[in-house]
């Protein structure tokens, strides 16, 4: 996985100075593969080892492993499957710990409403069959009004609201009014600072390149799905659930 984009999906751990460091090596690349990790801790006034755990947080090995990937990331060439590289990258922006603490949450909920519009409610369509094979508290709304309904007449339950942008006006006002009336929020945006995601109590993100043509949008939506289904897998290694594979000729 990219560097910035490590940096972004794991933005919520980061201290201010790990932050400028974020930042530093953003704009210094090429100047940071061929530096000494002392020299990176005297631009920042701190000591090596600090520049060490920053590495670990971003899920590298260190510094040396640091400067290996952001090497490969000045070298690598463009590549004609587009996509592929794109569904690897969401493989690579699942946080573990984060999946976990929704995977509890979405276990002890006494009600999951899912909830998406347009084009993405097909692909949330999806990915809430499979957890409605195991409980029907999973279920996904198909209109506004029944959203709004489930939030005003229900007590401390789950709301998930899929949206690539974040920042649809119908879905982020329900997110508000759930957060309000007590319910647990969960989002599951495009990797960016959104409405949607500010509001969650918990925010996974997917990544997936917004395009349109003749003015109407065409992003892939395969991405949002990946990290649907990581959930789920997720969700059912908490329930200690082993689904039963058959042979195929």
Known sequence: MKFAIRAQNLEYKLTETEE???EYILVHQAEVINMKIVTLAERFFTVPNTITRFCRKLGYG?????????????????????????????????????????????QKARLVNFYAQDQTHLIAELGVECFQVLDSKFQLLGYEKEVLSRINNGA???????????????????????????????SLTNLSNNSLSAIADVAIYCLTEVTYIAGIEVTD?????????????????????????????
């Not at 974040?166 to 957060?179: C, F, H, M, S």
């Open 221 to 249: 939506k395969t991405p949002m799905f990946v990290i649907l289904q990581s959930l789920f897998q997720r969700y059912l290694e908490l329930c200690k659930i082993t689904p039963k594979k058959t042979e195929t000729l």
């Open 62 to 106: 260190g510094f040396t492993e640091l400067k290996v990937e952001l090497r490969h990331e000045l070298l690598e060439k463009q590549t004609g499957n587009q996509q592929l590289a794109l569904i690897e990258e969401n493989f690579g922006l699942v946080d573990e710990k984060r999946e976990i603490k929704l995977a509890k949450l979405l």
């Open 156 to 186: 401390g339950d789950v709301f998930f609201f899929i949206s690539i942008s974040g920042e649809t006006p119908a879905i982020v006002n329900l997110a508000k009014k759930a957060k309000e009336r007590g319910h647990q929020v969960v």
């Open 20 to 22: 400028n460091i974020v």
